[in-house]
C-alpha cells in the first residue's frame, strides 16, 4: 500500500482561481491574484487510496484535480524576492486535489470546507528534488485513472 511521502506536512497551502479556464469552470471572476487556501492533515489519503465521498446531503457534485506541488525544504518567512522563494524549493510532487463544487458554488467563502473534507486531498508518492527537474515549467501533470 503506497503511504505519504511526509506523513503530516506543518502546512499544506494551496493556491486556488490562479488560471482563467478554471474560474470560468466554476462561474467564478478570476481575481487579480490568486486565492488560497489551507488543506488540514484529517483531509490526507495514501496515493491510491481510497476516496471516500461525503454523504449526498452534504454534497453530490466533487471534482478532482491533478496538480504539481512545490515542497519547500525549510523554514521561510518574508522572502524578498523570487530568488530568494526558488532557493527555498526542496522538490516537487504530484497531488490529487478534490473539491465539492456544489458547496463552493453556494458561497465562494466556502473554499475551506468545500476543499477539506476527509480524502480530499493526496500528494506521492514521492518528491523528487529540484535538482532532478531541468525546466519545471516543462512538466505537465496527467491524471491517470487505473480504476
Known sequence: TPILPYDVPPKIWCIG???????????????EEPGSFMKPASCMFPPAGEIVLPPPAVSNDVD???ELAVVIGRRVKGLASLEEAHAAIFGYTTTLDLTALDVLAKNPRYLTRAKSMDTFFSFGPVIVTKDEIA?????EVIVVDDA
Open 17 to 31: 482561481l490562479n488560471y482563467h479556464s478554471h474560474a470560468v469552470d466554476i462561474n467564478a471572476v478570476q481575481p
Open 64 to 66: 478532482a484535480e491533478g
Open 135 to 139: 525546466e519545471v515549467n516543462d512538466l
